[in-house]
């Protein structure tokens, strides 16, 4: 009995052993702490996705912040109820200048 007693009385004294189980916590830790900003980031991402590209049926796919927002094309060509406002003329110094269309010169920028 007495040879029982002392072997439960041994104990490790190794302090090499602890830091290497100290070590591994840590890296579990930080594998489950990248882990989650990995997804964090993965489910925050903004991204647009086009479906059938130049084809009638069209689809454009915009995710934001967690919402997404479809866009579908008509089948047609680009078209508004709008009506032409001016013309634009690049220079060869590559600056722009807009000429606005009609009979009121007063309402051009200056």
Do not use: C, W
């Amino acid at each position: 009995m007495s040879q029982r007693l002392h072997i439960l009385a041994e104990e490790d004294d190794d302090p090499l052993l602890s830091a290497v189980n100290l070590v591994d916590v840590f890296l579990v830790l930080v594998v489950a702490l990248l882990t989650a900003v990995a997804m964090q980031q993965q489910s925050q991402a903004n991204e647009t996705i086009i479906r059938n590209p130049g084809q009638p049926g069209m689809e454009i796919i915009v995710r934001r912040d967690g919402q997404e927002v479809r866009y579908r094309g008509n089948g047609g060509s680009s078209e508004g109820q709008g009506e032409r406002a001016g013309v634009a003329y690049r220079m060869k110094d590559g600056s722009i200048i807009y000429v606005p269309e009609g009979g009121n010169a007063a309402s051009a920028p200056r």
